[in-house]
T-cell receptor, first 112, second 113 residues
Framework: KQEVTQIPAALSVPEGENLVLNCSFTDSAIYNLQWFRQDPGKGLTSLLLIQSSQREQTSGRLNASLDKSSGRSTLYIAASQPGDSATYLC???????????FGTGTKLQVIP | DGGITQSPKYLFRKEGQNVTLSCEQNLNHDAMYWYRQDPGQGLRLIYYSQIVNDFQKGDIAEGYSVSREKKESFPLTVTSAQKNPTDFYLCASCPQITGGGYTFGSGTRLTVV
């Protein structure tokens, strides 16, 4: 059974700092990994989708990497801003038709 | 713009009452999903549908029912058997092909009064 872990559960950083969020998964036979952002009481907004054949994806100040062999993905946020404060979740698709497992997220607070 | 619309945003249910949550998408996605988000437990799959007139139970289907009469719509009915006082429900869709990635709606918060 696929397990997805995100550590730490919460993170607080000063504005302007570069930071890395971690996602680890137990079954490396994945189709893709997706990073989401969730604001309080809202739905999930897709940030980056990495296919199994890719090593990384970039969008603006965000960069996500994927290392299937070690079962790890990182989300790098450059020059963090207070507006980046949210919960970040990763989701892994593996093990059958659209079988997706979500992590429980990292709650990020960027302090002005 | 294409997307997923969930309504209502907030819903109140009396004990013993069934309620239906709406989910509509204009992304032309074949697959649609319902998740419940529990604090500390992440997203848990309730039901999913890969094609019109077909749907499958997820991990926590008891107390829920769905229908998929149109490609664009996947309503979820929460029955009186569901006892949680407050829950947050998320609808999602995905292209038919594996690896297409998910698009989520904005969620519905259901409260038992």
């Amino acid at each position: 059974k696929q397990e997805v872990t995100q550590i730490p559960a919460a993170l607080s950083v000063p504005e302007g700092e570069n930071l890395v969020l971690n996602c680890s998964f137990t079954d490396s036979a994945i189709y893709n990994l997706q990073w989401f952002r969730q604001d309080p009481g809202k739905g999930l907004t897709s940030l980056l989708l990495i296919q199994s054949s890719q090593r990384e994806q970039t969008s603006g100040r965000l960069n996500a990497s994927l290392d299937k062999s070690s079962g790890r993905s990182t989300l790098y946020i450059a020059a963090s801003q207070p507006g980046d404060s949210a919960t970040y979740l990763c989701a892994v698709e593996a093990g059958g038709y659209q079988k997706v497992t979500f992590g429980t997220g990292t709650k990020l607070q960027v302090i002005p | 713009d294409g997307g997923i619309t969930q309504s209502p945003k907030y819903l109140f249910r009396k004990e013993g009452q069934n309620v239906t949550l709406s989910c509509e998408q204009n992304l032309n996605h074949d697959a649609m999903y319902w998740y419940r988000q529990d604090p500390g437990q992440g997203l848990r799959l309730i039901y999913y549908s890969q094609i019109v007139n077909d749907f499958q139970k997820g991990d926590i289907a008891e107390g829920y029912s769905v229908s998929r009469e149109k490609k664009e719509s996947f309503p979820l009915t929460v029955t009186s058997a569901q006892k949680n006082p407050t829950d947050f429900y998320l609808c999602a869709s995905c292209p038919q092909i594996t690896g297409g990635g998910y698009t989520f709606g904005s969620g519905t918060r259901l409260t038992v009064v």
